[in-house]
C-alpha cells in the first residue's frame, strides 16, 4: 500500500509509520514540527520529511490512504487536498482497528495507568515467547517500536486512549478498537478541552464498555468509584462479558522496589508505589484472561522495570542518596499517586517535586482548581507553564497567582520562563533528596540535569 501520514511526528504516528515501513508499505509523511526521538528515529528509517512543514503536492491521487495525526488542523493543506481528490482518510485508531480486525485484541484503558499496564502485559507476553501486535505509549526495554503489525500474530495488545481520534473524526480513540479483553484502571476527569463537563467525560466509558465484543472480558478496578459506577451502568446491558474486578494487593517497599504478596508468598519487583502495585493486579488479571498462567506472569514480572518516563530514574547518586525521576503525570490524580509513591519510597529524604502545565485541560482556567492539593505531597513544590505555549494552544492568558491559589498550597513556587526552571533545578540539594519531574511535555526544552547545589548542614 502507498501510505502517506500528516503529522508525522507525532509519538504514536512517528512509530506507525516505522511499523508500516517495516511491514513492506510504501511510506511517506509530514509535519510542521518533529522533535527527538522521533526526528531521529525517522530519518535513520529513511522516511524523515525533506522539509518541515504542509505542502498539498504530497497528496497524489495513487494514495491507498492517508492516516491524520491529531496534531493536524482542520484546514490543514494537506487534508483539504485529500478530501479534494476523495482519498480514503482514517485516523491511526480507525487504521489500527482494521489493521487488526481478524484478531484478539486486549485493550487499557482508563484515566491513569494505561502506559504502565500496557507496557507490563506486553513484558509478560513476551516473556513466555508470545508475540502480539502491539500500540503503546512508551518506548519499551526489548522492542524496536511503540507499534507492531504482523500478520501472524494472535492477539494486538493496545493502549486505549479516551481522546479524539483526529481533527475530523471526534469520536474517543478507544470507541473504535472492539476489545475482546479489555482493563478499566481508573476514571478521573480529564481533556476538558473536548469533554467540558465530568458527565460528558465519564460517559465516553461506558461506550467504550459497549463496544467490548461478545463473550469478552473486562477486567476493572473495584476501588475506584466512577469505574464501579460505569460498571454498574453497562453491566446489566451485556451479561454476555465476564466481569472481572481487581484490587491493590498487599505490598510493602523494599530497598529496590516493591515486595507484592500473591497467593503463594511475596515477589520482589523493581516498581515503587500503590498505583503501580495496582497496575499489576490489572495486567495479571488480564494476562489470564488471554491465556497466561498466574505463575508464568509472575516469573515473567519480576524483571520489568518499567515503561519509559513512568517513574524513570533520570540520575542517581547512590553515595549521596539523591535520585531524580522523570515521570509522565499531568493529570491531577496522576499527580498524587506519583507523589505518594516517591514520597512513601523514600521517607527519610525530602523531596522536591517540579510539575509543568502543559496540556490543554492542567493550563485551562476552568480546570485549574480541579488540581487542589494535588502538590501537597513533597516537601517542596513548583509548578512551571510557558506563556509562549499557553498562546500557541490558544488560551487565555495566565496568572501565576492563579496558578498558585488552584493549587493551594502557599509555599507553592510558580515559575514562567525556562531560565528561571534552570535555576531553580540549580538549587535542588544533591544529598539526601529526591527530584520528581513531572510533566507530558518537555519543559520548554530546559536542561533538566543542571548540577544540583551540596546540601546545606
Known sequence: MRIHLIAVGGSAMHNFALALDHAGHHVTGSDDQIFEPSRGRLDKAGLLPAKEGWDPSNITADLDVVILGMHARQDNPELLRAQELGLTIQSYPEFLRFA?????RMVVAGSHGKT???SMVLHALH???MRTDLMVGAQLEGFDRMVDLDDRHEWAVIEGDEYLSSPIDRRPKFLWYGPHV??????AWDHVNVFPTEDDYVSQFSAYLRTVQSDGVVVYCEEDAKVCHVVAEVKPERPDIHWIPYHTPEHRPTATGSEVRWDKGFLDMKLLGTHNMQNLAAA???CHAMGLSHETFDRNMASFTGAARRLEVAQEDAGRAFTAFRDFAHAPSKLRATQASVV??????????????????SLNKAFLPQYQAAMDAADRAVVFFDPDVVAHKRLPELDAGFVKDCFGRHDLEVVTSVRALEARLAEVPSQNHVLLLMSSGRFGGANLSPTPRPATS
Open 344 to 361: 512513601g519510597q523514600f521517607p527519610d529524604r525530602e523531596v522536591t517535586a517540579v510539575f509543568e502545565l502543559h496540556t490543554f485541560s
Open 284 to 286: 495479571r488479571q488480564a
Open 127 to 129: 516473556g513466555a515467547g
Open 100 to 104: 487488526t480486525e481478524k484478531k484478539k
Open 116 to 118: 504502565t499496564v500496557t
Open 182 to 187: 479489555t482493563i478499566l484502571t481508573g476514571i
